[in-house]
């Protein structure tokens, strides 16, 4: 018997796939739930095979709620189950863990083969999903950003480096042997020429 458990906050589909996993003889619903609150104490109070996901769920993630259970159960094999067919979303739930992702206009006998293969260890991608998986994939790797191809002045290139080691401002205009103010204008001007509005920008782009 698979232990499944479903985190869905559409009442009303939550309702129509627990009428349909009733009629599975070898797939019991041991949890629903349609939010992460103390998801990891519930979960754990009844240790499912297999999880649907729902994605939005609210004002929360579903992807969070992935990482969160492969941390407590790393066994069990998560699928989502959403309506989303963005690309990144796809990709980030991937990342986090999920073995599978499905959407809610499959059929429903697509989602219970889905939840055996995944309670077997398989994975489980609707084909217009694992299109999108294999077209982001494919991508050309885009060539990393030098501070060399922003043609900054020798000081802007001091202060990018310190702003990188994560120096206060303060420091910065002690090491540079100039003022806040004037270390204040480089930096405007580094912003401009990086097209970034924060350090933490900058250490994204370029770390």
Known sequence: MIGLAVIEDNTSYLEALKLYIATVEDIQLVYTGSDLQDLENRLLAVHPDAILMDI?????SGIDGVKMIKRILPSAG????TVFEDEEKIVQSI????L????KKDPPEKIVEAIRGISRG???????????IIDHYSQPVKSPLKIDDFHLTKREKEIFHLLMEGLSYKEMASRCF????????HIRKLYTKLSVHSRAEIAA???
């Open 78 to 81: 998560i699928i989502m189950l």
């Open 178 to 185: 100039i003022s806040i103010d004037t270390l204040n204008s």
């Open 95 to 98: 990342q986090a863990g999920a």
């Open 122 to 132: 398989e994975g489980a991608i609707n084909g217009a999903i694992a299109r999108k």
């Open 205 to 207: 782009r370029f770390r």
């Open 56 to 60: 939005d769920l609210g004002a929360q």
């Open 100 to 103: 599978g992702y499905l959407l």
